[in-house]
């Protein structure tokens, strides 16, 4: 059996990372909008503390998981590829993002009967996130 070498720093630093551009894009950037074309209230203060907790460490695991996936995936894209550096990074998390963030945010969209500029700001922001995580994986 062959033990992948994982860039657990990286896997935290894109985690952390993935917190903080899900502050500025559902936030400043496209909050307004992604919550109109949600359906959402804009009234958060209903939510617990506890909820609030809870819903953000589960989002942080979920980021965890997705950079710990990206980087074997750029790992493997490295060794059978041989690509490497920042293009590599960038084309792991389009390639990722394009097999599989985009079509099932597509579905959830068609089945939800939601709109595709909701499907835009989702998924646009999942093609950043995974285009930054790759840069990060390639620099470290």
Known sequence: MVMVPVDYLGVLINA????VLGFLWYGPLFGKKW???SSLKSDNSKAS???????????FI????????????LIFASVY??????????????VNW????????LNEVLAGNKSFRLW????GYYLILLLVMGIVFSLL
């Open 81 to 94: 590829l041989k690509i490497y550096g920042i293009s590599a990074g960038l084309m792991v998390g389009f």
């Open 120 to 123: 835009l700001i989702n998924a």
């Open 62 to 73: 979920g980021a965890l998981l997705m950079a710990f996936i990206l980087d074997h995936a």
């Open 35 to 37: 919550i109109k074309l």
């Open 49 to 59: 503390g506890s909820v609030m907790a809870r819903m953000y460490t589960l989002m």
């Open 16 to 19: 952390i990372l993935s917190m």
């Open 98 to 105: 394009l097999g599989f963030i985009a079509p099932v945010t």
